[in-house]
């Protein structure tokens, strides 16, 4: 989940109840583990390690306040290195590599194509090594 939820800050701050429900709405939760009860604290220790950053507090009449984040430069940074090996690399969690294609959108395209072969390569010696679980 933690590379998921920086993906939607990419174009715009968020607070979490926002960043929840553009995943929803982009299928994410079909291709990512997301447990929306720990969102918060996801964006907390993301917030943490410096990958976002409160960008505003919003409050809207008698409701409560509302924490904004947005993603910073660490955190592209971050998410911009880990992507090409989530792409590159086979494992034996299926589902990362899934959840690496469906964010895509974060990388230049340039940066992904050449990633591809290096990743069937990586597959087809882990398949010649027997390593369980690579297709």
Known sequence: MALAVPAPLWPKPMHP????QTLR????????????????TVVQNLQKHGFVEVTDVERQGDRPERTVYGITEAGRQETAEWMPDLVAFPAKEYPIFETALSLLGVLHPGGVG?????????GRAARHRGVEGVP
Do not use: F, M, V
């Open 114 to 122: 050449p990633r591809l072969p290096r990743r069937d390569q990586e």
């Open 17 to 20: 109840y926002e960043i929840a």
């Open 25 to 40: 709405r982009q299928g994410k939760d079909s291709s990512t583990k997301i447990n929306y009860g720990s969102l918060h």
